[in-house]
């Protein structure tokens, strides 16, 4: 019998790592930094200091090489932050679980542990993916300080809307346009920053429209790392957030930028509530004693939000902001239309060449590499021509002006305000609140829509404003007037995080986005229109909800005019509306059937009216048929209709 304790794959590689560490320590020597922080520390590795992204190795020798590699950095890791901690404990993301979190002060995210939930592709009848349901390592009130390197703020962050997005995979060795003034570059350990001024990045000239100004020939840098991707082939590569909206919450904050591919402010260290995203991806062996220092008191200053959590969700990482009004505009000019088709001359001709190369390569009877392959396939295609050009970046804008290029920055500026974000990279007039001219980021639009509401005049139009820039969901008008009178002074506007009005506040529930996104599926669900002869429309459907259970909706449409019973007295001979949800075997009902609100009708008996949403929760695995029988009474002030009795199918997969 074999009574030796059975390792994970994680934990061996901490014993392995704990080799290495000594080793480490050896060679390099410990830093000394002074008093240590007395926080509690939990570094969570796996990863390696090689690229992962790019070609893949699948030969034992680069499998080998890439274990070598988490061993070492781990152990480079833990040598760092004994230096600056007093309380250290280090394992593998196969060993994590977000509950871990809460018996320590700060947690450094290395490693990509086992989702919460997986990541669900969802695709219609013809199996074209209709939608991308991020995997989830968190639930959305993880309110615990974590510091993610490289892109996990992007990994991990993405199922609960963390602003740290996937912008670029290109971040380099070297920082810039930091906020030097910033707690993380002064204390508590002190830090005397090397920056010289080296020439600009050359792809931020791609960008020149996003930039205030002309763009300097050169910057102040600070050497993060020792190693980077463009001098060092196969090293890891970190990553930029997207800086637009970045600050539009109160709970983010830009601290600096870095040598990458995109604009001068893409976020290559940034805070999003209680996640710090240091995008840099390089291990302690391979950072700057200054840097390593500054990462210290990165993961310091991230202690202080525990239990402030994400206030501004973007679940949505391409949604536009106004931002992208100065790129629309400059894609409308011919002189973008040019430089695009310089672009396409240099990268074309450069593959044609490539082409000739594997030719005469070919010519010789020599095998041919992967890259040299496609280089022989090569096709240039056809010259895009400027209209088509324009349409394809103006979309729907092209139907009013189409090349007529002077038009389109006068329609951009004289909407600035009216526009709002939906769907990838596209940006829409809102002619109601254009109606009224007052923007939409100002907190009066929201006023100005309660008072149609209150006042009968224009009420859908209120309506309308109210659900797309908030995310509540009152019934009458007197208790959005009490919501909007008790939190005006802490409203804010945020464009990243969905174009919405949120209130400044962490208490659970106060923004509660999953519950308007539940609202707007079970708006999906269609449901036949009434009419007198037809005063009862049914329909059913399913949806997911955040805990990775589901919801089973039957969705009930009176005509104005006509109600059905909720309860009824004895004394009433009236059918009292009744649903029932039968399962299919692998499912069991959570808790009891929710039920909409009823009203008063006479005595003890009470009617529904309206549109009426009855919902169950329900947990399991499997296909099958969920049957929805719905038992129900119409009557209007007149008449009643012969009770009904109907069944709905509902199928799970």
Known sequence: ??????????????????????????????????????????????????????????????????????????????????????????????????????????????GTPKPISPRIMERDETGRVTKVIAARYFTENFDYPMLTIGELGETLGRGIGLKPDWYCLC????????????????????????????????????????????????????????????TDEGFRIGMVARPWGFEDSPEAEYISSGVCMKTLDAVAIGRHGNFLHWGFAASPANMTEEAQTVLANAIVYIAKFKGKGLIARKYDDRIATREYLKELKYLSTRESYENRLKADDVFYNNYLEQQKAALEKQAKGETLTEAEQRALNFKRPPIISFEDYI??????????????????????????????GEGVYQLIVDEDVKSLGIPNNDKRILDEAIKMLESGKDIEKGKRILARYTLCDFAT??????????????????????????INSYAPGV???????????????????????????????????????????????????????????????????????????????????????????????????????????????GAGEIKCSIAYQCCDKHICFPPQDKEYIVKIQ
């Open 1 to 110: 019998m074999n009574n030796k304790p059975n390792l994970s794959v994680g934990r061996l590689l901490v014993i392995i790592a704990a080799v290495a560490l000594s080793c480490f320590q050896i060679s390099c020597g410990e830093q000394t930094v002074g008093k240590k922080s007395n926080l509690k520390i939990l570094y969570v590795g796996g990863s390696a200091d090689i690229d992962r992204f790019g070609r893949r190795d699948t030969t034992e020798q680069a499998r080998i090489a890439q274990q070598q590699s988490v061993q070492e950095r781990m152990a480079a890791f833990e040598t760092m932050l004994n230096n600056y901690f007093d309380s250290v404990t280090v394992i593998h993301a196969d060993d994590y679980v977000p509950d871990l979190s809460k018996n320590y002060d700060v947690t450094v995210m290395d």
């Open 171 to 230: 971040l380099d060795a070297d920082a810039h346009s930091f906020r030097q003034e910033h707690p993380i570059f002064n204390k508590p350990f002190p830090v005397t920053m090397t920056i010289e001024n080296k020439p600009t990045p050359e792809d931020a000239y791609h960008y020149t429209y996003y930039h205030d100004g002309p763009i300097p020939d050169s910057l102040p840098m600070w050497k993060v790392q020792t190693k980077g991707y463009k």
């Open 391 to 420: 349409k394809r970046y103006q979309r729907d804008f092209f139907d009013l002006f189409g090349t007529d290029v002077e038009e389109y920055p006068k329609f951009y500026d004289a909407n600035h305000d009216y526009f709002y």
């Open 477 to 502: 008008a007197k208790e959005w007037r009490k919501w909007y009178d008790s939190n005006k002074q802490k409203l804010f506007f945020t464009e990243a995080g969905g174009w919405l009005f949120l």
């Open 511 to 621: 923004n509660d986005y999953r519950a308007k996104e539940e609202r707007n599926t079970v708006a999906g669900i269609k449901i036949e229109e009434t009419d007198d002869a037809n005063p009862v429309s049914i329909a059913a459907g399913l949806i997911k909800k955040e805990n990775g259970n589901k919801d089973v909706v039957v969705k009930i449409k009176v005509h104005p005019g006509y109600h059905i019973y909720a309860d009824v007295a004895k004394k009433d001979p009236f059918i009292a509306t009744k649903v029932e949800i039968n399962l299919p075997e692998g499912y069991e009902a959570v808790g009891t059937i929710n039920k909409p609100a009823f009203k008063s009708y006479t005595g003890d008996t009470t009617i529904y009216e309206d549109e009426l949403i009855f919902s169950q929760e329900i947990a399991g695995s």
